[in-house]
């Protein structure tokens, strides 16, 4: 099958879907799983023009996310009939035929999907203007979601009480420029806050046209249409919270530094009250944010509000790797069995036993196979096996269990109990990823935001080390912003 491979910086040859007559001939229908953000809906909205002006029917689509949520997704339905298609996500799997991603890796994708890969702001602007002939989305459309998606904020003059505003209202007394630039935003903001409604991106999607207005209207028609917590009430709750976080004993401010300490994001509970800009909206002169939150996830990110900072060279990205290094030897030592990955990854609310998609073992090798230290005893006979028991029939044994899911569910009393026999259950705990190769392949980001992930795969271990990683990269970058400043 040719396909066209485009990855990173390489030159486009030609544009669109190359075998996409031919997969029109092979299917009449698809369904989009894309990522839950504003760049991941309006991608999955121009795949699904691309596809329809193709002569493919999308019928259904699906939201994914990294971590347990991307395990959940449901197995393709017909599957011999529905094109799957993944957009905006750097994790692939066997059952995709199209996959079209913008980050600067990807795992898991089989070399017979037709694929589209290139370096972007965002994963609309490739479907958009470069995979498509025809140019979708508008032009100030898509430099609006690049933007958002890229948090490129200073370069176009947003604030952080823009970013974080609720209500559209047109301004005539204000040019058009600046009409699209507060719509954009407040889609953004609302998109985001009832992103989490039961179904609510998936019918966004199929029910949108590619426009940021149409897609605005839908999300208030949807909100009215469901009651959801209007936006004058989200703004309040967001005004206390930002109120709140500016005195929260879990936040931490230094002037001397510029860095923004947090540990977990304080009360979230009410609709439209967190903002992950909020620590730049209360100490609006810090360059840097470190928060740790208790799932596991270490985060730094620069000040995106800020157009000239004295920190010129820092690199976050080259930071978490320095602190990394420091525990590394440690880290090796550290192992955390398949069996554990596998519950971890399955355990999503809205896992379906019968119809997810489930870790499997095509996961495990694709997430952790080409780490340092690879998949601990995957290309070893086990110890105790009897006479003539083979690699070959170790790896498809793995693999079978692989295949079922960890728990399931009983009808009769809606319990969840262990599926997984214990011999299973013992045979995956043969099989180990040390902790340094974990975070490796769990986190990543660049100059400007960067996440150190996986620690929740660590056990009752996970939150001592959260803590641990923060201690240092806040060290680590304290050392580096004086070095900077003296230079």
Known sequence: MSYLFLKRKNIILESGIRDINKLALRYDKAKIYFHQDLDGVTTAIAMKNYLENNGIN???????????????IKKPMAKGDIM???VDFAHGKPMFVVHTDHHDKQVGVEKDTSKSFRQSRSNV?????????NEIYPHSDILWISTIDSANFATMDVTPEEIMNYVFTLNKEKDLEHNKKAMALVT?????????????????????????????????KLAKEDNYASAEIMSK?????????????????????????????????????????????????ADFLIIGWPLGLLQASCNPFKKERSLKGVNLGEIAQEVLQKFKPELQEFKVSVDTIKYFAEKHKDFDFEQSVGFTYEDLVAIYGQTDGGIIGLNEIPMGAKAGYTLERWQNAIKNIMSK??????????????????????ALKILKVSG????????????CITNISGLMYFGKNGVEWL?????????????????????
Do not use: C
Request: net charge neutral; hydrophobic share 30%.
């Open 125 to 133: 602007e490739t479907i958009a203007q470069i995979v498509s002939p």
């Open 237 to 285: 709750h967001l005004k206390d919270y930002i109120e709140k976080m500016k005195y929260s004993p879990n936040v931490n401010y230094d002037p001397n530094t510029g860095i923004i300490t947090q540990y977990g994001g304080g009360s979230m509970t009410k609709p439209g009250s967190y903002d992950r800009y909020v620590p730049f909206k209360n100490f609006p002169e």
């Open 84 to 86: 799957p298609v993944l």
């Open 436 to 447: 340094w190769d974990m975070i490796q392949a769990n986190s990543g980001g660049h100059k």
């Open 405 to 426: 899911p960890y728990m399931k569910k009983i009808e009769e009393t809606d319990e969840t109990v262990q599926n997984l026999s214990e011999n299973e259950i013992r």
């Open 188 to 220: 953004n903001k609302l998109l985001l806050a009832y992103k989490n409604k039961p179904k609510f991106l998936e019918r966004l999607v199929m029910m949108s046209s590619p426009s940021l207005l149409n897609i605005y209207q839908n999300i208030v």
């Open 58 to 72: 999308v019928v259904e689509s699906e939201v994914t996310q990294y971590g347990d949520k991307e395990f959940a």
């Open 467 to 487: 803590k641990k990683l923060k201690s240092e990269f806040e060290k680590t970058l304290y050392k580096n912003v004086i070095m900077g400043k003296e230079g």
